[in-house]
């Protein structure tokens, strides 16, 4: 396994991360069982690192990992990053809400969920527009002195809201979305993202010395070589709700995902690797948010840190890449 270490965070970060949306039960493929063998196995293949939320599973996720880590005595052997800020009714209908009454809340349900007196890296998921930034470093301020975060992280914040946030309290972290098709993307499942990724996210981690966790690495599965002939999901997969994946772009994102096909046969490489590789050869980004539903595929994920993508490579992947590069 590689490691990154950035200024803003104590501990080196394995470069491959755990991703645990499917583990709540969201997407195709899920089972408890198995996904405990996946977080067992991926710490013994050296991760270190594992990105959870709430919302994922309507809080099942964050059980999953923590009932796993419990069992296991693997708690002081990882980071876990959860986050806060944005809640759900019983017909699963999501609001944001980042008021310190909600977040002092949240914290401590989440701590129950994942069997655990502290979450290393504690993310706001999402901008609340009629919450001021004061009030919620506010109450992460109070969260982080009563000792149940350590670091704090922003995720999908327009990077002026994160310039200011740090005017409040030191920001350790930030997540994006960020691929190879989506490199400033203007939305992600339909909502708008006031931040561009490749223009304004990197540059602003790399002058802050923070972790940056590039969210949807594989482009929610197009981008592992898995739809050669299409999307053919479930009708309960949340990947249904991605426009760009069942929509009448997904054409273009499909053409592209095939011309990175033909590349990697080229080369004799797996595609999923080189969108990894891609990611990680990049200096800003520090672990790689992957999904795993097998031991198969966390071990294929794994093995793009065995090799590098050469010059020569690079030119060609960025010829294909070229026309997302404002998508």
């Known amino acids: 396994m590689i490691y990154k270490k950035v200024a803003k965070i104590e501990e080196k970060i394995s470069a491959i991360g755990i991703g645990c949306w499917n583990f709540g039960g969201d997407w195709d493929s899920t089972e408890d069982n198995n996904s405990a063998k996946i977080i067992n196995a991926a710490i ?19 059980e999953v990992l ?46 129950t969920r994942l069997q655990t007196d502290h979450i290393d890296i504690y993310q ?21 002195k009563a000792g149940k975060i350590r670091y704090v992280g922003l995720s999908n ?79 309960h997969d949340i990947r249904n709700a991605n426009p760009k994946l069942v929509g009448p772009d997904f054409k273009k994102y499909f053409n592209a995902a095939n011309e990175l096909k033909a590349l990697a046969d080229e080369y004799g490489k797996p595609m999923n690797e080189i969108a990894l590789n891609w990611l990680r050869q990049k200096p800003e980004v520090t672990s790689i948010i992957g999904g795993a539903s097998s031991i198969k595929q966390l071990e294929n994920n794994i093995h793009c840190t065995t090799w590098d993508i050469d010059d020569e490579m690079m030119k060609k992947i960025a010829v294909i890449i070229a026309p997302f590069e404002n998508l």
């Not at 013994?44 to 994922?56: E, L």
């Not at 986050?83 to 759900?88: A, C, D, E, F, V």
Request: with cysteine; glycine share 6%; proline share 4%.
């Open 44 to 62: 013994d293949m050296g991760i270190n690192f594992f990105d959870v939320a709430p919302v994922y599973g309507w809080g099942h996720s964050e």
């Open 157 to 235: 914040f327009a990077q002026a809201d994160v310039d200011k946030m740090m005017t409040y309290i030191d920001v350790n972290c930030q997540q994006s979305l960020y691929n190879m098709l989506e490199r400033n993307p203007v939305c992600y499942h339909g909502i708008t993202l006031d931040y561009r990724t490749e223009e304004e996210v990197l540059p602003n981690v790399r002058k802050h010395g923070q972790a940056f966790l590039p969210y949807s690495p594989l482009f929610q599965g197009l981008l592992a070589g898995k739809f050669t002939s299409g999307i053919n999901f479930s009708e």
């Open 124 to 144: 706001m998921h999402w901008p609340d527009p009629n919450v001021d930034l004061e009030e919620t470093a506010d109450a992460l301020s109070e969260i982080k």
């Open 66 to 111: 923590g009932k796993t880590l419990k069992e296991n005595n693997l708690r002081n052997k990882v980071l876990i990053a959860s986050k806060g800020g944005l809640l759900w009714n019983d017909a699963h209908e999501t609001t944001n809400n980042l008021s310190k009454a909600s977040l002092l809340k949240e914290i401590d349900e989440s701590l």
